[in-house]
Nanobody, 116 residues
Framework: QVQLVESGGALVQAGGSLRVSCAAS????????MGWYRQAPGKQRELVAT???????NYADSVKGRFTISRDNAKNTIHLQMNSLKPDDTAVYYC??????????WGQGTQVTVSS
């Protein structure tokens, strides 16, 4: 089992920056890829960014150049640095972990609200 806890969500103004974090606990040695997804009201959950254990990253086109995902394997933590935030970035941001046994775990989410 893996437990994920997100933190750092807040209300920010458009153009501002914010960093959200996700701490994993439990059977963390089984985790391979971790990532951030987001879900806005009335919309489906969508990929924001992912990072593998060796640091390879993948970003949604909508956040490329503005968001940066990073990972600290020693602390079993990932971060998402969000710059140049837009009102369209408003959503609940969820952390996801995939294990070597093809199990998927989700955090409870953290709210990011960008005001115009």
């Amino acid at each position: 089992q893996v437990q994920l806890v997100e933190s750092g969500g807040a209300l920010v103004q458009a153009g501002g920056s914010l960093r959200v974090s996700c701490a994993a606990s439990g059977s963390t040695f089984n985790i391979r890829t971790m990532g951030w997804y987001r879900q806005a009201p009335g919309k489906q959950r969508e990929l924001v960014a992912t990072i593998t254990k060796d640091g390879s990253t993948n970003y949604a086109d909508s956040v490329k150049g503005r968001f940066t995902i990073s990972r600290d394997n020693a602390k079993n933590t990932i971060h998402l640095q969000m710059n140049s935030l837009k009102p369209d970035d408003t959503a609940v941001y969820y952390c996801k972990a995939d294990t070597r046994y093809y199990q998927t775990y989700w955090g409870q989410g953290t709210q990011v609200t960008v005001s115009s």
